[in-house]
C-alpha cells in the first residue's frame, strides 16, 4: 500500500494553515501550498503567524507539471471551490486522493465531476474555531478530520492511507460508520449556529446562555432535518440531539467563522447554506421559512458590506 508522501494543501486560511503547520512538522512530507503568484507574493511578504509563530512554507503554482500529489487538501471558500478543482489538475495522478474541508454538504459531488468518484473521499473538519486577523492565525489545537467512504463498515485501502497519514502527522481523526449521515449533522452545525450567529451577533456563550438566541439556531436546523429525511438520511431523529451537545463543549468567548466573516466584511457562505437547504426544499416542495429569510437577510448585509465607503 502506497504511503503518502507528497501532500498540496489548495487554501491557506483559518483551517487550511492548521493542516499545513501539522504536515510542516512531519518527517517524510512533501508539502506545497497551490496558489497564484500574486498570492505567493502576498504570503513571502507577510508570513503566516500561527499562535505566535512564523511559518515559510513552500509554494507551487498550477502551471507546474513535475509534482503528484499523493494527497490533495482543499481548504478554500466555498466560492473559491471550482477554481480550486481547475488549479489541481496537473497534480491529480492515479493513486490521488482528493479530500475536501469546504463547508457545504456536495462540493465532493463536484470534485468528482471533473476526477471521478474514486479520487473522493467525504470528509470535514470539526473543532474549536480559529480566530484569524489578517495572517495571524490562534487555534487551541481542538480539532478533528470526519472522513471516510459513504459507508465505512470495512475500511477502503484509500481510507488506510489516509488514516495512517494522519496518525504520522498527529492529526485527530473519525471515521464513522455511516459518513451521510456525519455530513448531515456537520451541515446542520453550519445551518443553524453560522447563520443564527451572522444575524443575531452571538457568540457561543451567547447560544449557552440564551434559550430565545439558541432557539434561533433550533428552528434552522429542525427545517434541515425534515430535508435530510427526504434526501433518504438515516436516523436524523438524533441530528439535532448530537449538534447540540458539541455545542455546549465550545469556548464561550469563541465566535463562529460566518460572524468573523461578517465583522471583517468578508462575504458569507450563506448560499451554500440556507439557500442550498432552500433549493432541496423546492425539489421536495418541502417550506423552509426560516432558512429562506436567512438567506434574504444575511445576503442584505454581504451587499452593504461590499459596498464602498461614503
Known amino acids: 500500500m502506497k504511503e503518502i508522501n507528497n501532500v498540496i494543501i489548495c487554501g491557506l486560511g483559518a483551517i487550511g494553515t492548521i493542516y499545513a503547520v501539522k504536515f510542516s512538522k512531519t518527517k517524510n512530507i512533501n508539502l506545497k501550498i497551490l496558489a497564484d503568484s500574486k498570492r505567493i507574493e502576498k ?47 496537473n497534480f491529480v495522478g492515479e493513486n490521488t486522493i482528493i479530500l475536501s474541508l469546504l463547508n457545504g454538504i456536495n462540493t465532493e459531488e463536484e470534485i468528482a465531476k471533473v476526477y471521478g468518484r474514486d ?49 504520522r502527522a498527529n492529526i485527530p481523526y473519525e471515521i464513522p460508520e455511516d459518513m451521510e449521515y456525519s455530513m448531515w449533522w456537520k451541515f446542520l452545525v453550519n445551518v443553524g449556529y453560522n447563520q443564527a450567529s451572522a444575524l443575531l451577533e452571538a457568540s457561543y456563550g451567547d447560544f449557552q446562555r440564551s434559550k430565545k438566541v439558541n432557539g434561533i439556531a433550533l428552528k434552522l436546523m429542525q427545517e ?67 432558512n429562506d429569510i436567512c438567506c434574504e437577510l444575511i445576503s442584505a448585509i454581504d451587499e452593504k458590506n461590499s459596498l464602498p465607503a461614503i
Open 119 to 167: 479520487k473522493i473521499l467525504y470528509s470535514y473538519y470539526i473543532g474549536h474555531t480559529s480566530t484569524r486577523i489578517d495572517r495571524k492565525i490562534i487555534h487551541d489545537g481542538v480539532f478533528k478530520t470526519v472522513f471516510g467512504e459513504k459507508e465505512n463498515l470495512y475500511k477502503s485501502n484509500r481510507v488506510i492511507r489516509l488514516q495512517q497519514l494522519f496518525e
Open 43 to 89: 504570503y513571502k511578504n507577510n508570513p503566516t503567524i500561527f499562535n505566535g509563530e512564523e511559518y515559510k512554507f513552500d509554494f507551487i503554482t498550477q502551471d507546474k507539471s513535475d509534482f503528484t500529489a499523493d494527497l490533495i487538501i482543499i481548504a478554500t471558500k466555498n466560492s473559491g471551490l471550482n477554481s480550486a478543482i481547475s488549479q489541481i489538475k
Open 224 to 290: 434541515a432535518v425534515i430535508i435530510a429525511q427526504a434526501e433518504g438520511v438515516k436516523n436524523t431523529e438524533n441530528l439535532i440531539p448530537e449538534v447540540l451537545e458539541i455545542i455546549k463543549t465550545m469556548l464561550p468567548e469563541t465566535k463562529t467563522s460566518m460572524l468573523q466573516d461578517i465583522e471583517a466584511k468578508r462575504k458569507t457562505e450563506v448560499e451554500i447554506f440556507a439557500g442550498y437547504l432552500s433549493e432541496l426544499g423546492k425539489k421536495h416542495n418541502i417550506a423552509t421559512p426560516y
